[in-house]
């Protein structure tokens, strides 16, 4: 069974730091794409970043450029979320998902939810101002 179990959320204050994990259970983290995404209330979910193990490849959103940095940590097989200099308007739940890229095509999927097959818990971010 797959499952991805997030960690590492917390309450920061503005030009802080927070660090999330995104631990894979039941599978190897190699053949997979791994993104972040995230959640506020009323609004939609939206990509944040995302790896391609195979290739090592990473793609943020402009929103999070320079900011965020998301690795891979294989001896654990996780995936990190360095977050610095963080903003209220960051707040929200964290996702993690996976997908195995052989299937999909283009440019467009790899911050795009609909395109991800499994899916963490989750876990709150909250930026105080």
């Known amino acids: 069974e797959v499952q991805l179990v997030e960690s590492g959320g917390g309450l920061v204050q503005a030009g802080g730091s927070l660090r999330l994990s995104c631990a894979a259970v039941?599978?190897?983290?190699?053949?997979?794409?791994i993104a972040w995404f995230r959640q506020a209330p009323g609004k939609e979910r939206e990509g944040v970043s995302c790896i391609v193990i195979s290739d090592g490849n990473t793609y943020y959103a402009d929103s999070v450029k320079g900011r965020f940095t998301i690795s891979t940590d294989n001896a654990k097989n996780t995936i990190v979320l360095q977050m610095n200099n963080l903003k209220p308007e960051d707040t929200a739940n964290y996702y993690c998902a996976a997908v195995n890229p052989i299937f999909q095509h283009g440019n467009s999927w790899y911050l795009d939810p609909s395109e991800y097959d499994w899916w963490g818990q989750g876990t709150q971010v909250t930026v105080s101002s």
């Open positions: 039941g599978f190897f983290l190699n053949d997979y794409a």
